[in-house]
Structure formats: structure tokens, C-alpha cells
T-cell receptor, first 112, second 111 residues
Framework: DTGVSQNPRHKITKRGQNVTFRCDPI?????LYWYRQTLGQGPEFLTY????????KSRLLSDRFSAERPKGSFSTLEIQRTEQGDSAMYLC??????????FGDGTRLSIL | GESVGLHLPTLSVQEGDNSIINCAYS??????FIWYKQESGKGPQFIID?????DKRQGQRVTVLLNKTVKHLSLQIAATQPGDSAVYFC??????????FGTGTRLQVFP
């Protein structure tokens, strides 16, 4: 299966710690997106890349959040000094421009 | 796995019946719409898409209808099966290329 892959699937950490998630997109896709989903809600856009360039960031993405896609392939999303409100499912999607976005199964973050 | 959408609108249908899931979108400038299916503990799975220059598109057992006049989208599933049980989201895209998801609907299929 060559779908979008996210690691880890689950992350439990103490408040104040830093966490990093990884996303490996579908190989031929040039666009990569990060979304956040909380219980009972649809995913909310955080940021996206075209190749290695970060083109848009949501106001949801506070300065504690940073995303990178250094070689235009995999991406990482880092959250510094985690807070209780950061608990959510973090979803990655990829696409070719103008085509449907395909999602990974997400990383579920729990802050103790 | 953890449930997605504990308090979502729910549609209950009997196996073999047709299902219709409705969605109202917000932005009249949106020109691309996608339906996703999300099972518990998994990411959204692409079902079918439609662009604003169309009003109907059919896939395998699924049909999407778009009414731009009233900003309404529907997903029809023929001969609903137990494996169709999930939360369904519509999503719209305008010129910013980010998906804007609507409120999900939980589909429950009973025998």
C-alpha cells in the first residue's frame, strides 16, 4: 500500500514537553497538508506545502507549532511546550495540484 | 478505537436500502467538493468528488448531487451495506486549496 503514512499513530506526553510527528505522502504528490481534528468535529486546516515551500498557515497554528518539508517529500510537525488544548488527532493529507486530497490515519496526541 | 463524532447527526438505515446524506456548504465561491468517509480510528477516506460545473456525478454505488443555487450537496449510497457504517463529511475547496469540512453525519446500518 502506497498511501499516506503517519508516525507515530499515538503519542502520550506530559504538558510542557515537545512532540514531533512525521508524514510520508504518496510519492508522486507535490502538495502536503496538515489538519487537526477534535472529537465530534471535522478536520481543520493547519498548513500546507507545495514541494518544499510552505504556502499557507492557519491562524490555528500558534508560534508553538512549526512544520517543515525540507526536501519536498516527507514532512514533520513539531509542537513545543504542549498544552492540554493540543490534544487532538493530527492528520496529514497529500495531493497532486487540483486533485483530491488523500489522508493518512493520523497521529493521536494525548496531553497528560 | 476512539469514536469519531460522538454527538453527530445520525442516519440509521436498513441494510439494502438507499442512504441519502445531506450537506450545506458556506462559500458560494467554492468550486470543488469532496465527500469523505471516516471510520473510527482512521483518517478520512476519499469517496467521490464533483466540480462546480457539474450537478451530478456517479461512482460505484455512490452518487453526488450539487445544487449551487441553495449551496447544497448530497451523497446517495445505493444498497447500503454494513461496511458503509461510518461518519461522512462533505468538504469544499475555493481558490485557497484548503479543505473546509462540514458537520459530519454518522451512518448506521442495521440488518
Amino acid at each position: 500500500d502506497t498511501g499516506v503514512s503517519q508516525n507515530p499513530r499515538h503519542k502520550i506526553t506530559k504538558r510542557g514537553q515537545n512532540v514531533t510527528f512525521r508524514c510520508d505522502p504518496i510519492s508522486e504528490h507535490n502538495r502536503l497538508y496538515w489538519y487537526r481534528q477534535t472529537l465530534g468535529q471535522g478536520p481543520e486546516f493547519l498548513t500546507y506545502f507545495q514541494n518544499e515551500a510552505q504556502l499557507e498557515k492557519s491562524r490555528l497554528l500558534s508560534d508553538r507549532f512549526s512544520a517543515e518539508r525540507p526536501k519536498g517529500s516527507f514532512s514533520t510537525l513539531e509542537i513545543q511546550r504542549t498544552e492540554q488544548g493540543d490534544s487532538a488527532m493530527y492528520l496529514c493529507a497529500s495531493s497532486f495540484e487540483g486533485q483530491p486530497q488523500h489522508f493518512g490515519d493520523g497521529t493521536r496526541l494525548s496531553i497528560l | 478505537g476512539e469514536s469519531v463524532g460522538l454527538h453527530l447527526p445520525t442516519l440509521s438505515v436498513q441494510e439494502g436500502d438507499n442512504s441519502i446524506i445531506n450537506c450545506a456548504y458556506s462559500n458560494s465561491a467554492s468550486d470543488y467538493f469532496i465527500w469523505y468517509k471516516q471510520e473510527s480510528g482512521k483518517g478520512p477516506q476519499f469517496i467521490i468528488d464533483i466540480r462546480s460545473n457539474m450537478d451530478k456525478r456517479q461512482g460505484q454505488r455512490v452518487t453526488v448531487l450539487l445544487n449551487k443555487t441553495v449551496k447544497h450537496l448530497s451523497l446517495q449510497i445505493a444498497a447500503t451495506q454494513p461496511g458503509d457504517s461510518a461518519v461522512y463529511f462533505c468538504a469544499e475547496i475555493n481558490n485557497t486549496d484548503k479543505l473546509i469540512f462540514g458537520t459530519g453525519t454518522r451512518l448506521q446500518v442495521f440488518p
